[in-house]
């Protein structure tokens, strides 16, 4: 029987959390230490034997009562690592001793974690691939619109200014999203400062007519993937098909680069439109709910 503990954040062994978190192919930059410490009210770490599988657990109190959430910026957590359907129920019944309440997102390898789990829409593309073979895939459209903007004079740059893109996509679509608070965005300017000293944090803009900024990109970086966090367009880049510029010329920058872009989504109508132009590979991850409550606080949150 496997030997299933849940340890403090402060009293983890970073070295080897991390070390299994690099070894298996769903260890993704969420599930890092760093990442997990700077977005986090509080988390816990569960760990199986000598982290031969970890899942971090972040958590929130309210009324008293501990629950598991996922922050904002954080799209995946759930279990990384090797186990078996035995393991995963002792996991699942080590939870349910210190949690009565969670709602959280699961990563991509999480399917059979809970029969209750339900799928959430994530796009990748394999840049280890040519431009040319990548940019074959296009869609009619997505050509047709990447050839309107080559004709508004678009220049495609690197950038170091975060704060700039947090701060307009807050401006842009703050309303639309209001359950990620003002302490979200300054927990998530503290992580990209931190990611910016670790050669980990990438900003891509296109300015029109060499002046005003038109799209940006604000993208994470690990040994695997490029994670899109925060995309913007401004009305008249919505006008020039700027973002299309924008992602094409990413995808051209980082073509064989054996990575994996991660479109972190997404259930929204338009948005996955327009990411299902570049024909990447669907790879769901998992929304897992459970409410133990008492009666009647069980009532109030479903």
Not at 135 to 163: H, M, P, R, V, W
Not at 186 to 197: P, S, V
Not at 265 to 287: D, N, R
Request: net charge positive.
């Amino acid at each position: 029987m496997a030997d299933v503990q849940l340890i403090p954040s402060a009293a983890i062994d970073q070295n080897k959390w991390n070390k299994c978190i690099l070894a298996h192919e769903e260890g993704m930059i969420y599930h890092h230490c760093f990442y997990l410490d700077a977005l986090c009210d509080h988390w816990i770490g569960l760990v199986v034997d000598d982290y031969n599988a970890v899942m971090p657990l972040p958590w929130r109190k309210k009324l008293g009562i501990r629950y598991l959430y996922t922050p904002p910026f954080l799209q995946q957590t759930g279990l990384i690592g090797e186990t078996n359907e035995v393991t995963r129920e002792k996991i699942k019944e080590t939870i349910f001793r210190s949690f009565t309440y969670g709602d959280m997102y699961l990563n991509w390898k999480n399917r059979s974690f809970d029969t209750t789990t339900k799928e959430k829409t994530n796009l990748i593309i394999d840049l280890n691939v040519a431009y040319d073979q990548l940019s074959s895939n296009y869609k009619k459209d997505l050509i047709y619109n990447l050839t309107k903007a080559g004709k508004a004079q678009l220049l495609y740059e690197k950038d170091k200014d975060f704060s700039f893109v947090i701060q307009h996509y807050k401006h842009y679509y703050g309303n639309r999203i209001p359950h990620v608070r003002n302490k979200d965005y300054e927990k998530l300017e503290r992580l990209c400062n931190d990611l910016q000293e670790r050669n980990k944090l990438e900003i891509r803009i296109v300015r029109k007519n060499n002046k005003e900024i038109v799209a940006a990109a604000l993208l994470m970086k690990d040994q695997r993937r490029l994670y899109n966090i925060i995309n913007i367009t401004t009305a008249q880049g919505r006008d020039i098909e700027a973002n299309h510029f924008l992602y094409d010329r990413i995808m051209h920058e980082f073509a064989e680069s054996a990575l994996l872009f991660d479109f972190e989504g997404s259930e929204l109508p338009g948005v996955k439109q327009f990411y299902e132009k570049f024909s990447p590979i669907y790879q769901p991850y998992y929304h897992w709910h459970f409410n133990q409550l008492p009666w009647p606080i069980r009532l109030l949150k479903r």
